[in-house]
């Protein structure tokens, strides 16, 4: 029997502890166990997958709904594997360790194809085949927490636990880059270190080509002995230092004096700055590849006008102006918008035009929205783009490329198109950006 570390609730002293057995009957949207109890009942089960016998113990409760952990696995599905990493069961970082890699992307594959038909009610005429790369050490952005614990005499760096109360007592992250993940310890025995240890919230880090950053939240001003600290460590470690005393527009090199940060997209002779908080893809050998799979399905002709919302710092746009498309890009955070135009100006592409909008209020007035195009990409948050499709007018419009970081509104977008609005959805499918996590990220084409 696979036996399971033991876990932190909420409540649990109000629940059952009793430990009971569960057939496993399915994995969840968040890849949790699905089971029933004998009054009909759903469990959502932690550390299980479909066709498991397993012993668990309740965690939580509602009406409609109750929560459990896996204590012991003894039944296995054959598409189970042993977790890499120690911290696995506790780290909510990533939840599908468990889960042989190749079974996990047809896992998300079908919670892409559930969301279409149950929310969109839409069914793609083609599934295109999923987009994969690297498993491990892929991760070049994310944000640790930063915990004092009295009780451990320690402070601890690391992502939230399954409890989110609790900070995960990390010592390493094997999908995080080597760079990071190998130095998590580092990390939580210099802020351990720090007479402001208790005034660190957060630890950022990002990872350009040349250069790894790490923003330091800190809640009180730091000691000359705590800057001298991070600046050694720095050092000592090849990374970049950042400062956060407020905002986000409060962030500030500490050490070296200007550090360089961009990242290249060489099939497109494309390099893109960035600064320490922005938004960049977090994993760079899929983000190429899902460029160039974008960019296939757009199919752009010479001559033509694409219109690229929530462009961000231009990944896709830059691309598509290197390959002669006229581009206009359109992003909600000024400072993104900024820089997209630096590395438009950076890469010699006058084709490529950019415009701050907030794509969820009205458009009325803003001069590209009613300009003409033939081809439109859109990579919104996890919000989708159901309040800019309406306002749109897509007549002429030959293709719409979408891009989502979330199959629950990507499907009700494209029930909007192909129910309300008579596209087709021609094709659709996953890229595992984030891979070992339940994140799926997914591409859509649509054809009048």
Known sequence: MARFPPHHFRDVARLDQTPFPLDILDLGHDGRGVARRADGKPVSVTGALPGERVLVRQTARSRSLDEAVTLDVERASPDRVQPRCPHFGVCSGCVL??????????????????????????????????????????????????????????????????????????????????????????LSALVDAMDGRREIPQI???????????????????????????????????FAIFLQPGGIDSVHALWPGDPPLSFRLPQWDVELKFRPLDFIQVNRGLNEKMIALALELLDTRPGERVLDLFCGLGN???????????????????????????????????????????????????????????????????????????????????????????PGSLARDAGYLVNERGWKLRAAGVMDMFPHTAHVESIALFEP
Do not use: M
């Open 97 to 186: 360790q468990h889960l042989e890699e190749s079974k996990q992307i047809l896992a998300k594959q079908r919670v892409l194809l559930e969301n279409c038909e149950r929310i969109g009610h839409v069914v793609p005429e083609q599934v295109l085949p999923p987009l994969t790369d690297r498993q491990w050490g892929y991760r070049r952005k994310g944000r640790f927490s930063v915990r004092r614990v009295e009780k451990k005499g320690r402070t601890l760096v690391g992502f939230r636990e399954l409890d989110p109360r609790f900070v995960a007592d990390l010592s390493i992250c094997y999908t995080a880059i080597p760079a990071i993940g190998e130095r998590v310890a580092a």
């Open 204 to 238: 950022e880090f990002i990872a350009g080509d040349d250069t790894v950053a790490l923003v330091f939240r800190h809640l009180a001003p730091l000691s000359p002995a705590d800057r001298e600290r991070l600046q050694a460590f720095a050092q000592d470690h090849g």
């Open 316 to 406: 896709f746009t830059l691309p598509l102006a290197r390959g002669n498309a006229e581009v206009i890009g359109v992003e909600g955070d000024a400072g993104l918008v900024a820089r997209a135009r630096e590395n438009a100006a950076l890469n010699g592409l006058a084709n490529a035009e950019f415009h701050a909008a907030d794509l969820t209020q009205p458009l009325d007035g803003k001069p590209w929205a009613g300009q003409g195009f033939d081809r439109l990409l859109l990579d919104p948050p996890r919000s989708g783009a159901d309040a800019v499709l309406r306002q749109l007018s897509l007549k002429g419009l030959k293709r719409i490329v979408y891009v989502s970081c979330h």
